[in-house]
């Protein structure tokens, strides 16, 4: 699998989940094979495609520590393949405690070979083992961000672990964009915000997608109906917006 992508921010509530869904949502409409991970104890993600969190020894945590092989803890469902979440990912980092932790998902996933095209991974709010293991195994990272100060403090901080994981755990690791989501593009402060980022993003040898996904009230009926955007509101903005990134992910990957 060349493309193992690790959707990561250590602050909640940027959207997170919905892009690890809609992002691969829209590579599938494409017609790339996506598989979906949750790693978040949250489950968002495993809720939104109405994965069953509690099938026994099934989920993401018993894939790390090794109860199941990847092939048994893939769920076939009609929203995708994921490996579902698990709220005892909550207390993952006294759990995962043994020589080699960092691997445990990169290892899992070198057994499904060219299987699929794109791994999306939806990491937790924290900076943990959990976040660690995606960074390990994925080929590159995605940073969702609110146009807020907040979101841009964060971002300095997360950068501190991926610089971490690249130089001990995975060499390749690098930035693939920052993503903005629930953005208003007629609020000066969010463009203000914006250019700052992107300030950022070239100070971290990155960039600042140029898709900006748009506050976009049909996401939200669309997870309560544990459907995607695609379906519920395809002429939606952040139908649009998703396709559009899509694309800019694709072409990115082409260009390697």
Known sequence: MKNIIAIINQKGGVGKSTSTFLIGK?????????LFIDLDAQGNLSYTMNANANLSNSTSLDLLIGKIKIDKAIQHLKQGDIISSSPSLAVADSIIINTGKEYRLKKALQE???LYDYVLIDTPPALGILTVNALTACT????????DIY?????SQLYKTVTTVKEYCNPSLNVMGILLTRYNSR??????IADMIEKTATQFQTKLYKTQIRECT????????QTNIFTY???SNAAIDYQKLADE??????EK
């Open 112 to 114: 499904m070979q060219s």
């Open 151 to 155: 979101s841009l403090q964060g971002i």
């Open 218 to 225: 049909a996401i939200k009926e669309s997870q309560i109906k």
């Open 140 to 147: 590159g990272a995605i940073i969702p961000a609110q146009a």
């Open 233 to 235: 509101a395809p002429n």
């Open 187 to 192: 609020a000066i402060i969010s463009r203000d």
């Open 26 to 34: 829209a590579l599938m409409i494409k017609k790339f094979k996506v």
């Open 249 to 254: 992910i694709i072409k990115d990957n082409e």
